[in-house]
């Protein structure tokens, strides 16, 4: 880490609210040339809405603001972008109806006149290639047709590149949440090439191994303020989560018992991937929690979708056998309603419960996302509250107990655990085997490795195919890691 003088940036006393609630409470941090900082906290802890006052998106009630030692009055988004600030967002920014190479033009207006699309691509191209070899990303992609672990890659790669403005610090507000653990690996790398070259970096991520290994400095915060910083050297996950408030737990142990007849519980689920080059199909059945594994983008949330149109229209490929509800990882573009409440956000799964007579029951509304507020954990003062006033991991919850709340018998998870913090991480877990146990069946799509622990069976995929079909007593990371890059299996 890069010793300096003055820091990059100065954040003194910084104060932001949200009508009752203060989502920073004073919050003073330096940040220094040539270090990674790690910023932890569980959801709703400030880390967004302190790197949104820091990238210019959001304005401090109180406090001040100083880059390079110069006071900044009226700071904003230009004025971060000039002075070298970039901030990756946890929810995505990019323009999804623009090309790769467009978005990338959007964060450089030196690149004009003719050819700029070409100079354009070119840019993000060789960024992308720098970060992460073998991306398969081509800057005509429009973004939306992206699945969001390249959109996320996008994001990342065109936050580092440069034309005349400096590039001095980036933020990265859980730049891995939606990566694969070879594509994680990949970033992580670059982002300690960058340190070295004298870039500053903070990162925000709820994986604990990530921020020890990556950080120089951690800061942590909770309830608003920061309640310690210090070398990443002086830290272990222990200590780091009692900072944090919390308590990690272990794994939790497989809910279907080794020694039960797997073929005698009633089926929920068989559906055979559209790219099959074998006979391998997915089965579910009857209070199983089912993973699904494999590089980002190889074929999981394909199966994903095709269960959830074949509740309403069987096909020869899949059958399903009980009502459906979908936990989106991407809650921008398929999870969240932002014009609507946190309770209609959690009763539209549910609305033919929620009648009386021919019209919806406010009351019925209320009470029902009330209860699976308190079930799932939901902080937020009140439920008639706008849904984006939740933090991320809070809007995730949302989502969860829109799902648990219905009367699906098959739950499928689109990789929902992105950018949620260890404490809620622990609460679903637990909601997910008492739901399991009480018959319901989950399919669950995850990047993170160690949440397949959590499943009873594990099928990998590859290229579309299922290649490796595990019992949670198989399940080894070496095992997934091998078959996630097998050709022919």
Not at 25 to 32: E, F, P, Q, R, Y
Not at 102 to 131: C, F, M, V
Request: hydrophobic residues 40%.
């Amino acid at each position: 880490m890069a010793e300096t003088c003055t820091p990059i940036v100065n954040l003194d006393g910084v104060e932001r609210h949200f009508g009752a609630v203060r989502a920073l409470d004073g919050v003073t941090l330096a940040i220094n040339a040539g270090e990674c900082v790690g910023l932890v906290g569980h959801n709703g802890a400030g880390k967004s809405t302190l790197m949104s006052v820091l990238a210019g998106t959001g304005t401090a009630d109180r406090g001040s603001i100083a880059v390079n030692g110069a006071p900044q009055p009226g700071y904003s988004v230009g004025r971060a972008q000039t002075l070298g600030i970039r901030c990756v967002f946890q929810e995505l920014s990019l323009c999804p109806n623009l090309t790769v190479a467009e978005n990338t033009r959007l964060y450089h207006p030196s690149i004009r006149g003719l050819g700029w699309r070409r100079r354009s691509g070119a840019l993000i191209e060789q960024k992308l290639d720098e970060i992460f070899p073998g991306h398969g990303i081509d800057v005509a992609d429009i973004v939306q047709t992206l699945p969001i672990g390249k959109r996320q890659m996008v994001e990342v790669a065109r936050a580092f590149t440069k034309t005349d403005a400096p590039l001095q610090l980036v933020i990265l507000d859980e730049p891995t949440s939606s990566l694969d653990g070879h594509t994680s690996g990949q970033l992580m790398r670059f982002v300690r090439k960058a340190v070295a070259s004298g870039i500053s970096c903070i990162f925000i991520s709820h994986l604990l191994g990530e921020i020890l290994e990556n950080s120089d400095r951690i800061v942590v915060m909770r309830d608003g303020k920061v309640v310690t910083a210090d070398i990443a050297a002086n830290f272990d996950r222990g200590k780091l989560v009692a900072a944090m408030g919390g308590i990690e737990a272990e794994a939790m142990v497989s809910g279907v018992e080794a020694t039960r007849d797997r073929d005698a519980l009633a089926l929920r689920v068989r559906a055979r991937p559209a790219r099959q080059g074998n006979a391998r199909e997915l089965v579910a059945r009857q209070g199983e929690i089912i993973g699904l594994a494999g590089l980002a983008g190889h074929g999981q949330t394909d199966l994903l979708l095709a269960v959830f149109e074949a509740a309403s229209h069987q096909t020869a490929a899949v059958q399903v056998t009980e009502p459906v509800a979908l936990v989106a990882g991407d809650r921008q573009s398929d999870g969240v309603f932002p014009q609507w409440s946190i309770a209609e956000n959690i009763g539209i799964r549910s609305l033919s419960a929620l009648r009386r007579g021919w019209l919806l029951s406010p009351a019925l509304e209320s009470e029902l996302a009330s209860r699976w507020g308190a079930k799932i954990g939901i902080r937020t003062p009140d439920m008639n509250n706008n849904i984006l006033s939740l933090s991320g991991g809070n809007q995730q919850k949302a989502l969860f107990a829109r799902a648990l709340a219905s009367d699906a018998g098959i739950v499928l998870m689109d990789d929902p655990m992105r950018g949620v913090d260890i404490a809620t991480k622990l609460e679903v877990y637990d909601l997910i085997r008492q739901e399991a146990q009480n018959g319901r069946t989950f399919l669950w799509y995850t990047t993170e490795t160690d949440e397949l622990k959590n499943c009873d069976h594990v099928y990998v995929f590859h290229d579309g195919r299922i290649v490796a079909d595990l019992r949670h007593d198989e399940l080894t990371e070496e095992r997934v890691i091998q078959a996630s890059f097998a050709e022919n299996s």
